[in-house]
């Protein structure tokens, strides 16, 4: 079983889908992480155990390792490809309430702006982490986000934007959630944005980095 478990986790790691896929060289005509995890549920292993003992462990080294400049976007994106092809034999078991989720996410691309690589690498870290995410897209106004955090009461909100011309909409956008729903935790990430603006426009977190994000919302849940 753990053997298994720790292979699912390197096809994570290095982002091996399935069989089929090239990517990595050295795992070429291997078995990926669709045969798998598929291979794993019909030998009885828990889908609570392949999530938090595969595909996170998996995720966690990438994130560590995208942190540290040793692998880039196009290697996350590979591995998050990975651990979407994974979860795809996961998800009846999160709608049974089999596997328990951390909690919800709700992410968007500020207002003004359609830059959407950042946002999606952090949801698929996030959901990897075993935390249901809500993706709003780009170019998400405050009262969306508003609506969001009503409808998924207690979800945690991550706010994302690559301009310094659209970050200044993150201001308006966190007051907008606050007024809402005073006890909301709003996050905030993006080239341009540091820890002062997040202090300074009222948001309750800042990660130069998805792995820290995670991190973070893992503290607030332990």
Known sequence: MSELLSKIADCIEFGKINMAAPFPPQMKGQEGADELTRQALDEGISAQDLLTKALMVGMEKVGIKFRENKVFVPQVLMSAKAMSTAMVHLKPFFLSGEVKQKGTFIIG??????HDIGKNLVSMMVEGNGWNVVDLGTDVKADQFVAAIKEHENAFIGLSALLTTTMVNMEKITKAIKEAVPEAIVAIGGAPVTNDFCTKI????????PQGLVEYLNAQVA
């Open 202 to 209: 009222g948001a309750d977190a800042y990660s130069p980095d």
């Open 109 to 114: 691309t500020v207002e003004g702006d359609l």
